[in-house]
Every structure is written in structure tokens, then in C-alpha cells.
């Protein structure tokens, strides 16, 4: 058996009721893990696209690409080769900042990682980043000691590299 | 035109002749609309048979099975149904009413999340949310039904849905864009498949109930006598070949033949084709075909590789596949067909012919299929139950026939054999239907004896009266030091009575002789009849314990050249097996 690996895999679903309960469902039915699930619009109408990020050996991740196509409403899924592949998450971090000194540090670091400051209030600085998911938790890292308030993740969201598309 | 009249001739349109139903508050729009229409509907007097029947009717006839439920509890009534069907692959479209629309999500009286709950139970589900839907809806639950694996579609009709008007289009074009079931197999594949048969020594056959679905028994016996590849069936594979051939070996598995499974256990190549290695099927998965290069043909991609690994997957439809897989060995003409291999099975299978025949009191159960056996004939549909009763006829009954056994495989769902056998006589009233059940089992579902009264349907129901769960009770026995908990069924009900009071002939069965007799002249009288059968309840049918391999049986076969009580089965089946 090869061993345990994160996989992105992306898939066009029909843009409809239920579809969300239908993937969802499947993963839980079937036993298989998933790390995070993103849904939006696509490039078509009606057709939405789905950024599962998911655990498991070659075995396992087979039977969750055939499976997710045996779903009706599911039209194609691709296991995204990571090499080859752009993933992005966005993150929001609520930072507790109530001093000058601290607000001047926060910001520092959101320039240093090229995030940016989206909302302040004398006791918060609400902190936008976009990027790798390990970037976003190294921020995280950095800030954590000002104390964090709240903290909001899509979940990546990914395509292939170049005229790819899946 | 209202929704409910575009259902009804959306379905006059799929060339529905029955459904099978029960009304209520949320569809009495679309009763009140049956009510004028020439569709014939069956009531039933529980909605779980309503779906078992459709059920039987689809796997009788190969057409679309339809049964017809109200919202909340008539849907979870027909939860049971669906669910054995989807084990199963049976193409049924189960149409439930809901309340209106306006009112979806209020826990409104009689609602339940009918696409939620039936999600994970069908191929596919759909709920209309204006009438213009329906046509197109209609359309597509019988294509996804019927194509591909087949399997059950629920229609979830909310109940204004059903009076709103809407211009009614005939020709509707259906839009599937996540669902092309692949047919043709790689053509790559089935190159390398027909080298590897070609060059086998000892080649065996597994058939599934893809082989009846795809109506491939034809080349699935071409391509056995043509490479010499004794063939064994899964249970829901009975009847793909026909098991008084040379080459048949009977049932694989838990509770198969001999023969079945020691040649599987000695096989150098398995040709399984439309079967998804259940572990009722496998034993021990490592045990598994261990000497053989596996070869698997199915049409549902994600049956390939999710419980037994194999050398060579094909993807498609089995009767085009095999008959590919026939032209290119015969192309080869290095066929090496080994007579050593079929004369090897041939003789083991002559040393453990199943003992039938007792002289005893009560029947031995193998008596009992004997002569079941000799009353019915070739077309004969025969639906079992669940338990022992369904493993004796798994076992022992010799099936010739596609689509002439019937029984709950995937699910195991107690009930199923009697309201299956009434679908599968409404699709094929030229054939006799007989259905064996278990004392148990029948009792879940007797009230379907008003059923086949009021609408006149001739089944006969056998039941094999042993007072027992008697599949429970058989593994308490075996497993849990006879420690009989809660299997016991006592002396209540006398069968005869209860068919009686409700005005079906019955009568008791006893002593050995008598059945054949009985259960001809109950097929021959065209009335529904019930035969309450004494059985002995201590008769225990050898089996392969769970989590072991498929030679580790416990328990002796009882067989024609071997009659000794205690000699224990394992060394003798072993030596005689050639090991
Ligand atoms: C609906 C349902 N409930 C429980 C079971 C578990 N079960 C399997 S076999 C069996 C005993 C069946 O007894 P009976 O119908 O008398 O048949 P027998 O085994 O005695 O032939 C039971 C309880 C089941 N398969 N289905
Ligand atoms: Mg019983």
C-alpha cells in the first residue's frame, strides 16, 4: 500500500439543490476523510466547482474519485497532481490589538506575509490574507501571541498550472 | 394538464402497465387522478411490499419496477424496499408524495426529508418544485434506473405540485451531463483478458447478477465450454448458468457448494463477471483466489478494486465484453483448454453430490427442496426469503434460468420473498411463481395474503415452518455455545388459519412425499395458496464461519457418497479435493 497523502481533488457539479449534501454524504458513508470542502460558481453556468482536500492512500482516493462520479450530478472530477497545481485559501484573523505598539506589529507582519488590514476598531484588527495554507499558518503563528479573537478559513481552493483545465 | 396527469403520462410513456401502491393525505391529488386513468395500480397493504414488488417485478421482467408511497411514514415504509433494491441493483422508481411546497421544512404533519433520508439508498432521487419538472424528471428516473448499473430513483412529488397545471410535451429531451455509463469495454483489456484465459490451466468462471441483468447467460456459457472454465455463481448469480451443465459447480461462498469452493480456492485464473466480491461471496479476502490471476468484469467502474484486487479490470457491459472475450480467444486459437482441469472439477463434484433424499420426521429441509424441486419446472420464478430457508435454496435448488431466482443478497432483508414473488407474477403471469420463506420472514409480510386474495394473484407460498430464526439461532448454536437468545419463535400462528382468514387455500405439509404433491396441484389450481411446512429445526447447513477462507467450512456436507455423521468434513473434503 503507498502511503497516506493530502489530494486535491476538483470537481465540476450541476449547480443545484442537494448536490452539497450528496458529496458531503458520501464522504462520511464511505468512511473516507475529509480535510476541507470548498464550493463556488464556474467558469459556466450551472456548473459549480468543488475543492475537496482529502486523506488517504492511492486505494482509498480510487474509490473517492469513482464514487464521487457515480454521483449524478457530479460531471467530472480530477485528482490535481500537487506539482502541478495553484492552491489558494483565503483566511481572516480578528487580532486583539489594543495599543498603537501592538497595531504597529500586527501590521508589520500582515506586510511582511502581504495580507492586508480590512477592518479596525480600538480593540481589533481584522486581518485579510490570501495563499498557501501553510503561509496562512505560519501568520497565524506570528500573531497568535497578541491573542486572536476569531478566525474564518475557505479552505483551499485550486487549479492546474498552465492551459490544463480538468 | 395538472402534475400529477403529466406523472401519469410521463409513466404510460415509459410504458408502465402497474404500479404498485398505497395512498394517503399528500397524494390525494394524484389518486384522485389514477382514479380516471387506465393505469393499474395494486394495493398493497404495506408500502415496504409495495417496494418489494416492484422490486420482483423488475428483476422478473428486466423492466422498471414502480411502486407509489404518501410522505413521512409511507416513505419510511418504503425505506426497507428501496435499500434492498440498491444492494441489489434492481431498477425501481418509487414515487412518494410530500407536503406542499410551501410548507417543506416546517416539520409540517407527515413530513420527512425524503431526498435526505433516500440519498444514500438510491441511484439517484429528484424532487419536482413546479409541475413543468415532471416530464422531464419522469424521463430521467427511468433512463438512470434502467442504464448503467441499474438501481432505484425516487421521485419526491410535493402535493400542490401535483394539481399546478402545465403544458405537457410528449418528447422531452433529458439532460444527464454527469451520468454515461460506459458499455463498451477496452478493447486493450479484453486482448490481455483473452491471452491470460488462453493460457490458463485451471480457468473458473464467478457470475453475478450482471450476467442476468445484462442477459449474457448465452456467451457466459459459450465462453465457458469454449475454454473449459467451470463456472460458480454468487447467490444473486443463480440461474446465469445453468447448474445441472458439466461445468456448473454451484454456488460460491458462505454457504456454497463444495466443488465451488475449493475450485475457486484452486484456480489459476478467475473470470468474474458482473459481481462485486461480496465477503458473503470471498471469505477472508487474503484467502481469496489466492493461486489466480483475476480477471473482473463489471459496468460499474467503482465496483474494480474496492474489495478484491485484480489483474485485469474491464469496464462495460458484460454481454458485449464477453462476447469480444469469445472472439478474441477464439482468434488466438491458443485456447489450451485443459480437459485435466474439467475432468479434475468433474470428479470432485461427482464425490460430493448433495445428499436430498431423508425418510425423516420432521422433513429434513433438503428433502424438502427435492421435492420442491420435482413439482415446479424450468421457467418456475422462485423467490426466497432471508435465513436458513434462502441458503437451503441457494444451495440445493438446481436453477437452469435467468431471472427464475429471486432473493434479497446485498441487504438479507427478512420479508422480501413473498411481496418479490407477487411483483414478479403481475410482470410474468405465463409463469408460475413459488416463493420459499421462513416462518419468520413470512410473518413480517402476511398481510399480503389480502393482497394476492383481492386481486387474485396465484402465488404459492412455501413456508418452511421451522419455529426458529433459524439462521440466527444456527449461529448462536455454532458461535455463542447454543445460548438460544430471543430465536425461539413458539406455536403461534397456525399458518393454515391465518391464510385461511384471509380466504387463501393452505394447507400443512408433514411427512416426506407429500409436498410434491401439494405444491403441484397448489400451482396447478391458479389460486394464491399457502403451504405451511413441519421442518426440522436442528438440520444445520454447513458453512464457512465469517473471517475465514472459503475452504474452512464447519459442519459436514451431507452427501451421496458420504453418509457418516462424524467424521469431521474439513480432512476428508481436503484429501478428496486432491490437496
Ligand atoms: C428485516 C430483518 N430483520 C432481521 C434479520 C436478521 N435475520 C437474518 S436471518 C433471520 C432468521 C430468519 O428466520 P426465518 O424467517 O424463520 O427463516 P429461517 O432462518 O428459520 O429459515 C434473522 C432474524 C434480517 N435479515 N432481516
Ligand atoms: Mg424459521
Known amino acids: 500500500m503507498d502511503d497516506q497523502r493530502t ?45 475537496i482536500i482529502a486523506k488517504g492512500d492511492g486505494k482509498v482516493l480510487e474509490q473517492i474519485t469513482k464514487q464521487l462520479n457515480k454521483i449524478i450530478d457530479v460531471i467530472k472530477v480530477r485528482d490535481l497532481e500537487p506539482e502541478n497545481t495553484v492552491k489558494r485559501e483565503l483566511c481572516l484573523i480578528k487580532v486583539h490589538s489594543p495599543t498603537e505598539k501592538v497595531r504597529a ?8 506575509f502581504r495580507g492586508r488590514v480590512i477592518d479596525v476598531s480600538p480593540e481589533t484588527l481584522t486581518i485579510e490574507m490570501t495563499g498557501a495554507s501553510d503561509k496562512i499558518d505560519a501568520l497565524i503563528d506570528l500573531v497568535k501571541g497578541f491573542g486572536i479573537k476569531e478566525i474564518a478559513r475557505t479552505g483551499p481552493t485550486a487549479m492546474s498550472r498552465g492551459i490544463k483545465t480538468i | 394538464m395538472r402534475g400529477g396527469e403529466a406523472l401519469l403520462k410521463s409513466l404510460e410513456n415509459q410504458g408502465v402497465d402497474v404500479v404498485f401502491g398505497y395512498p394517503g393525505g399528500q397524494l390525494l391529488p394524484l389518486y384522485d387522478m389514477i382514479y380516471d386513468s387506465d393505469l393499474k395500480h395494486i394495493l398493497v397493504r404495506h408500502e415496504q411490499c409495495a417496494a418489494h414488488a416492484a422490486d420482483g417485478y423488475a428483476r422478473a421482467s428486466g423492466k422498471v419496477g414502480v411502486c407509489i408511497a404518501t410522505s413521512g411514514p409511507g416513505a419510511t415504509n418504503l425505506v426497507t424496499g428501496i435499500a434492498t433494491a440498491y444492494m441489489d441493483s434492481s431498477p425501481i422508481v418509487a414515487i412518494a408524495g410530500q407536503v406542499p411546497t410551501g410548507l417543506i421544512g416546517n416539520d409540517a404533519f407527515q413530513e420527512v426529508d425524503t431526498i435526505g433520508m433516500t440519498m444514500p439508498i438510491t441511484k439517484h432521487n429528484f424532487q419536482p418544485i413546479t409541475s413543468k419538472e415532471i416530464p422531464e424528471m419522469v424521463k430521467s428516473a427511468f433512463y438512470i434506473a434502467g442504464t448503467g448499473r441499474p438501481g432505484p430513483v425516487v421521485l419526491d412529488l410535493p402535493k400542490d405540485v401535483q394539481e399546478q397545471e402545465l403544458d405537457f410535451e410528449n418528447d422531452v429531451k ?14 486493450l483489456q479484453i486482448k490481455r483478458a483473452a491471452s491470460l484465459i488462453g493460457s490458463a490451466k485451471k480457468p473458473v468462471i464467478l457470475a453475478g447478477g450482471g450476467v442476468i441483468i445484462s442477459n449474457s ?170 435465513g436458513q430457508n434462502q441458503m437451503w435454496m441457494a444451495h440445493y435448488f438446481t436453477s437452469r434460468k ?56 396465484p402465488v404459492v407460498i412455501c413456508v418452511l415452518d421451522n419455529r426458529y430464526l433459524g439462521m440466527v439461532a444456527q449461529w448462536q448454536n455454532l458461535f455463542y455455545e447454543k445460548r438460544l437468545s ?21 394447507n400443512r405439509v408433514e411427512r416426506p412425499g407429500e409436498l410434491r404433491e401439494v405444491l403441484s396441484s397448489a400451482i396447478n389450481s391458479g389460486e394464491p395458496t399457502l403451504i405451511d411446512i413441519t421442518i426440522d429445526p436442528d438440520e444445520i447447513l454447513p458453512m464457512v464461519p465469517p473471517g475465514c477462507g472459503l475452504t474452512e467450512i464447519v459442519g459436514e456436507y451431507k452427501t451421496e457418497s458420504n453418509n457418516s455423521e462424524d467424521v469431521p468434513y474439513r480432512e476428508t473434503a481436503k484429501e478428496r479435493a486432491g490437496d
Open chain 2, 402 to 457: 435467468p431471472k427464475t431466482f429471486l432473493s434479497s443478497g446485498g441487504l438479507g432483508t427478512m420479508g422480501f420473498g413473498f411481496p418479490a414473488a407477487i411483483g414478479a407474477k403481475v410482470a410474468m403471469p405465463e409463469s408460475d411463481v413459488v416463493a420459499v420463506c421462513g416462518d419468520g420472514g413470512f410473518l413480517m409480510v402476511s398481510q399480503e395474503l389480502a393482497t394476492v386474495k383481492e386481486y387474485d394473484i
Open chain 2, 174 to 187: 433529458i439532460t444527464l451531463p454527469g451520468y454515461k455509463p460506459t458499455r463498451k469495454g477496452h478493447p
Open chain 2, 486 to 506: 430471543h430465536t425461539h419463535l413458539g406455536e403461534s400462528p397456525d399458518f393454515v388459519k391465518l391464510a385461511e382468514a384471509f380466504g387463501v387455500a393452505a
Open chain 1, 105 to 112: 506589529e500586527v501590521v508589520q507582519y500582515v506586510n511582511i
Open chain 2, 217 to 386: 447467460s448465452e456467451e457466459l456459457l459459450k465462453l465457458s465450454e469454449l475454454v473449459g472454465a467451470p463456472v460458480t455463481t454468487s447467490l444473486l448469480g443463480k440461474g446465469s448458468f445453468p447448474e445441472d451443465h458439466d461445468l456448473s459447480l454451484g454456488m460460491l461462498g458462505m454457504h456454497g457448494r463444495l466443488p465451488a469452493n475449493f475450485a475457486v480456492d484452486k484456480c489459476d485464473c478467475l473470470i468474474a463477471v458482473g459481481c462485486r466480491f461480496s465477503d458473503r461471496t470471498t471469505g477472508k479476502i487474503s484467502e481469496f483466489a489466492k493461486n489466480a490471476k483475476i480477471v473482473h468484469i463489471d459496468i460499474d467502474p467503482a465496483e474494480i478494486g474496492k474489495n478484491v484486487d485484480v489483474d485485469i479490470p474491464i469496464v462495460g457491459d458484460a454481454k458485449i465484453i464477453l462476447s469480444n472475450l469469445i472472439r478474441a480467444i477464439s482468434q488466438n486459437k491458443m485456447s489450451s483448454k485443459s480437459m485435466e482441469w474439467v475432468n479434475r472439477v468433474k470428479n470432485f463434484k461427482q464425490t460430493c453430490i448433495p445428499k436430498m433424499s431423508f425418510d425423516n420426521m420432521p422433513l429434513k429441509p433438503q428433502q424438502v427442496i427435492k421435492e420442491i424441486s420435482e413439482a415446479v419446472d424450468d421457467d418456475t420464478i422462485m423467490t426466497t426469503d432471508v
Open chain 1, 7 to 51: 489530494h486535491i481533488i476538483s470537481a465540476l457539479v450541476l449547480h443545484k439543490p442537494g448536490v452539497l449534501q450528496r458529496v458531503a454524504g458520501l464522504f462520511t458513508r464511505r468512511g473516507f476523510n475529509i480535510e476541507s470542502i470548498t464550493v463556488g460558481t464556474s467558469e459556466q453556468e450551472d456548473i459549480a466547482r468543488m475543492t
